[in-house]
């Protein structure tokens, strides 16, 4: 019984600790439409997607020039981000949850902080 709930006590730390964004890191709140909203923060090789109350680790995949894009497989979230918007997708469920999200820095015209320390953005 003791190594039962000593178990389901790590699990659930391990859970929560995961889902909270640190004090040094800042959240960017990214607006969409249809009032959806969700949070990221981290740049470059990982980034942590606050959606709907809960929060997922998503890596750096390999993308077209001038976008990013970060996935978690497990979740399905796919995260693609162009200079002007970005977009969420669930690829497990086949769905686009969000569409034509930006930040407040990005409705101002700046890039979003995901391109921070990457290649910059080349508009055609």
């Known amino acids: 019984m003791k190594k039962n709930l000593l178990a389901i006590s790590i699990v659930l730390v391990s859970l929560l ?4 964004v640190s004090a040094d890191e800042e959240a960017f709140t990214w607006t969409c439409q249809e009032g959806k909203q969700f949070k990221t923060s981290g ?3 990982k980034v942590r997607l606050i959606w709907e109350s809960k929060s997922y680790d998503l890596e750096r995949q390999t993308s077209l020039p001038g976008s ?9 979230f796919d995260l693609v981000v162009l200079g002007n918007k970005a977009m969420l ?9 969000a569409d034509f999200c ?17 290649e910059p953005f080349v508009q055609n």
Do not use: C, W
Request: aromatic share 8%; hydrophobic share 35%.
């Open 68 to 76: 990013l894009r970060y996935k978690n497989m497990n979740s399905g």
């Open 17 to 20: 600790g995961a889902t909270n």
């Open 102 to 118: 930006q930040t407040a820095e990005m409705k101002s015209g700046k890039l979003p902080h995901l391109f921070a320390g990457t």
């Open 89 to 97: 997708f669930n690829i497990k469920a086949g769905v686009r949850l």
């Open 43 to 45: 740049i470059n090789d």
